[in-house]
C-alpha cells in the first residue's frame, strides 16, 4: 500500500477488487455473500446486524461465529480498506493529490508503515529534490514526538518534542500520520472488548464467556475444528521478531531473530 500513494504507480482495480465473483462458484444457499458491515451483535441471541451497502439491515442468525474485521489505520489514513472501496480510493485520491500538490511532505511514525512511506517519497521526490520529505520517529534513536498537529490555510504545522525535550515546529503542505491501528470492533458489546478495544480472545482464538465465537486474525490452523465444535488447539504469541519492508523501490530491509536480511532476500 505505501506505494499507492504515488500518483501513477498502480491502477484503482490493482489496489481493490471486486471479491463477489470470487465467491460465485458457490451454491448460494451454502454461501451468502453479504456486502455490508457488522453494526451490532447479540450473543444471547445468537445473531448480529448487517448495515448492507445496498441500503437496508439485515439481522442473521449463527450457530458459530468467526470475527475477520481486522483494523483500521488510525487518522483516516488509506492504509487498509474503509467501509467501502469506494471510501478508501477517495481518501487514496485525496491524499496523492495533496502530495502531488505540496512542497513539504511530512510523514510521522517510524512503523513498518511510515518507514515504507517515507522511502518511497524519498525515492520519487526527495532524491531528485522535487518536494522536500521529512521523517519524524521516536524510536530508541531518535525519540522525536508529534505533540501537536493544526492546520492554517493550505498549511499544516507540526510541533514536535525532540530527543534534548526541544520544542520545534515544522511547517508542511501535507502530512501523513502513521501512528498505527485501531480495531474494528465498535459492533461487539462492550463486555466483550477490552480498555484498548481489542475483544477479549482466549488462547484457543474463542471469547471470553463465549465459546461459540471466535476471533480469526491472519488465518486460522483448525479451521474444521471450530466449524466442528471440536476441542480447540491453543496458540501462543511467538516473540521471534520476524518482517521486511521496503525502504525505496531498489531497496529493502528485515529482520528474522537476531539475524538481519539483506535487501535481496527481501
Ligand atoms: C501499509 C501496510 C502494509 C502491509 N504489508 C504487509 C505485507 O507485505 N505482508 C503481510 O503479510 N502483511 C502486511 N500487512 C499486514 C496485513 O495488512 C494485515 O496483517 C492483514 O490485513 C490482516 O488481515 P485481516 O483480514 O485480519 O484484517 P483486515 O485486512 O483489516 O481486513 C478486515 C476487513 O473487515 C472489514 N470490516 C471492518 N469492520 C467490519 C464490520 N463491522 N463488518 C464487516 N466487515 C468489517 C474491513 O473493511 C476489511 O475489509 C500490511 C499492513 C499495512 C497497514
Not at 78 to 107: F, M, N, Y
Not at 216 to 234: C, D, R, V
Amino acid at each position: 500500500m505505501p506505494r499507492a500513494i504515488i500518483s501513477g504507480q498502480f491502477s484503482d482495480n490493482q489496489i481493490v477488487a471486486d471479491l463477489e465473483p470470487q465467491f460465485s462458484q458457490y451454491p448460494a444457499n451454502k454461501l451468502e455473500f453479504l456486502l455490508g458491515a457488522a453494526s451490532s451483535l447479540d450473543a444471547n441471541s445468537n445473531s448480529f446486524t448487517v448495515t448492507l451497502n445496498k441500503g437496508g439491515q439485515k439481522v442473521v442468525k449463527y450457530n458459530r461465529l468467526i470475527i475477520a474485521t481486522g483494523s483500521s489505520a488510525k487518522d483516516g489514513m488509506p492504509w487498509k480498506l474503509g467501509a467501502s472501496a469506494g471510501i478508501t480510493l477517495d481518501s487514496l485520491h485525496e491524499l496523492q493529490d495533496k502530495i502531488r500538490k505540496a512542497q513539504t511532505v511530512v510523514v510521522a511514525g517510524g512503523g513498518l508503515t511510515g518507514a515504507e512511506m517515507a522511502g518511497e517519497l524519498g525515492f520519487e521526490y526527495a532524491s531528485q529534490s522535487k518536494k522536500e520529505v521529512i521523517f519524524i520517529y521516536n524510536d530508541m534513536i531518535s525519540k522525536t514526538h508529534v505533540t501537536d498537529v493544526t492546520t492554517e490555510g493550505a498549511n499544516t504545522i507540526i510541533k514536535v518534542r525532540g530527543s534534548d525535550g526541544e520544542m520545534s515546529s515544522v511547517l508542511a503542505q501535507t502530512y501523513i500520520p502513521s501512528l498505527g491501528l485501531s480495531p474494528n470492533t465498535a459492533f461487539a458489546p462492550a463486555s466483550m472488548r477490552n480498555a484498548n478495544g481489542y475483544l477479549k480472545q482466549m488462547t484457543t482464538l474463542q471469547i471470553e464467556g463465549h465459546p461459540n465465537i471466535f476471533v480469526a486474525t491472519h488465518f486460522i490452523k483448525n479451521l474444521s475444528t471450530i466449524l466442528s465444535g471440536g476441542q480447540m488447539l491453543e496458540y501462543s504469541a511467538s516473540s521471534r521478531k520476524f518482517y521486511g519492508f521496503t525502504l525505496d523501490r531498489s531497496r529493502a530491509i528485515g529482520q528474522m531473530g537476531n539475524c538481519k536480511l539483506f535487501s535481496l532476500l527481501v
